[in-house]
Antibody, heavy 122, light 111 residues
Framework: EGQLVESGGGLLQAGGSVRLTCAASGFTFSNYPMSWLRQAPGKGLEWVGAIRGEGIDTFYSDSVRGRFTISRDNSRNTLFLQMNSLTADDAAVYYC???????????????WGQGTLVTVSS | QSVLTQPPSLSGAPGQRVTISCTGSSSNIGAGYDVHWYQHIPGTAPKLLIYGNNNRPSGVPDRFSGSKSGASASLVITGLQAEDEAVYHCQSIDNNPTSWAFGGGTKLTVL
């Protein structure tokens, strides 16, 4: 079924940078697009960005485009999220998740990691 | 402001039936995109509960069921148990512009 484990969060300064890591196991990592999502305190889930299985094409939400970079190392079954120019609005629990598509009309996330907390201080 | 609308909170007594609604529009659920539901106990990984509107992954009890009609979907939990206390999120796709669509989450309290 697969398992995902995030790491790398912590207390960061506004304007700072951090790299989150997501270690995957239990499935053929390179076969799947992977996404990063986040949930800020008191708010709903927000998709941050994604990367295709081969690692070439990436996609980002408007709120992070130009500041965040997603990459992956398929040889190590690992997904990364490089976060630069952090602001208070980036404070959230960050989750990695595997995208599963049955058709163009049916995309979902399964499994998810347990999340890693990013706190931004001004 | 979430694209899909869910009630922020619901409660029910053990053994009761609860229904969590997820209301979208003609650019997401109403356009034919599937709805998926996740159960999230804070501090743990969100778990896929229902996929493709009404399908349960293996291991999910049949107390959980999903449905979709028009631009809305529902998650029904029957025989409510204490372990069902969690936040439930609905998710679909929106085509205006093309993006993932989430509800704001419903916090279910078991009294």
């Amino acid at each position: 079924e697969g398992q995902l484990v995030e790491s790398g969060g912590g207390l960061l300064q506004a304007g700072g940078s951090v790299r989150l890591t997501c270690a995957a196991s239990g499935f053929t990592f390179s076969n799947y697009p992977m996404s990063w999502l986040r949930q800020a305190p008191g708010k709903g889930l927000e998709w941050v960005g994604a990367i295709r299985g081969e690692g070439i094409d990436t996609f980002y939400s408007d709120s992070v485009r130009g500041r965040f970079t997603i990459s992956r190392d398929n040889s190590r079954n690992t997904l990364f999220l490089q976060m630069n120019s952090l602001t208070a609005d980036d404070a959230a629990v960050y989750y990695c998740a595997r995208e599963v598509w049955l058709s163009d009309y049916s995309g979902r996330f399964d499994p998810w990691g347990q999340g890693t907390l990013v706190t931004v201080s001004s | 402001q979430s694209v899909l609308t869910q009630p922020p909170s619901l409660s029910g007594a053990p053994g009761q039936r609860v229904t969590i609604s997820c209301t979208g529009s003609s650019s997401n659920i109403g356009a034919g995109y599937d709805v998926h539901w996740y159960q999230h106990i804070p501090g743990t990984a969100p778990k896929l509960l229902i996929y493709g509107n009404n399908n349960r992954p293996s291991g999910v009890p049949d107390r959980f069921s999903g449905s979709k009609s028009g631009a809305s979907a529902s998650l029904v939990i029957t025989g409510l148990q204490a372990e069902d206390e969690a936040v439930y999120h609905c998710q679909s796709i929106d085509n205006n512009p093309t993006s993932w669509a989430f509800g704001g989450g419903t916090k279910l309290t078991v009294l």
